[in-house]
């Protein structure tokens, strides 16, 4: 759980550096090589909006989940299960923080290492 964790933060970081032209896959693909098959990996973030990819990471600190599941999947880790228990469907996904304040639309996403 605790590479989980760190993995989550290292993709957080990732994208607050603003490395969203020239991220290094080779990171997932990397935690992907340092683990045993049936390894959990689970990664929860700050929902992004559709299309917007890790573009919007840098300013509103949201990353889009179909590019996260796509990213992840594409380094060989397959998604076994997600959480909807963060989810806020009020929150529109276009400011660091909502107006009127509420909590951000999380998602939470499990994956293994077949």
Known sequence: MRMA?????A??????????SHSDPSCLAKTFAAHKP????????HSGRPGT????SGTLHRIEEAFLRQEVEAAGFRLVDEGHFL??????????TPEPPQPKDEFVLKFVKP
């Open 5 to 9: 964790l760190a993995r989550k933060r």
């Open 11 to 20: 993709l957080q970081n990732m994208g607050d550096a603003e490395m969203t």
């Open 38 to 45: 049936g390894v959990i990996f689970v990664i929860a973030d």
């Open 53 to 56: 990819g890790i573009s919007e």
């Open 87 to 96: 989810r806020n469907p009020s929150d529109p996904r276009d400011r660091n």
